[in-house]
């Protein structure tokens, strides 16, 4: 099993920056895949980054430019660097996994961290 803590979000100006933090334990080894997703208020959850194991990195059009997401070693905190944030990146922002253990897959997410970008 993995747990998930995701930390660093809070109340930030229109056009600021954060820096959010997820940290894992458990099963470290088994994680192959780390991303970071938002639900905003009345919307569906929005997969917004992801980091594979090798490193290989995605981002969602919609933060293309302003996120980045990075992790400096394996067994790191993965980090979701948000820039130029817009009232619109208001959201409940969401750590979650995908592991792979004896062929089974899983899935494990984080509690979430509240973010606000005020107008």
């Known amino acids: 099993q993995v747990q998930l803590v995701e930390s660093g979000g809070g109340l930030v100006r229109n056009g600021g920056s954060l820096r959010l933090s997820c940290t894992a334990s458990?099963?470290?080894?088994?994680?192959?895949?780390t991303h970071w997703s938002r639900q905003a208020p009345g919307k569906e959850r929005e997969l917004l980054a992801t980091?594979?194991?090798?490193?290989?990195?995605e981002l969602a059009d919609s933060v293309k430019g302003r996120f980045a997401i990075s992790r400096e070693g394996a067994k790191t905190p993965v980090s979701l660097h948000m820039n130029n944030m817009k009232p619109e990146d208001t959201g409940v922002y969401y750590c979650?996994?995908?592991?792979?253990?004896?062929?089974?897959?899983?899935?494990?997410w984080g509690k979430g961290t509240l973010v606000t970008v005020s107008s």
């Open positions: 980091i594979t194991r090798s490193g290989r990195k």
């Open positions: 979650h996994v995908d592991t792979i253990q004896l062929s089974y897959e899983n899935t494990y």
């Open positions: 458990g099963s470290l080894e088994s994680i192959s895949a």
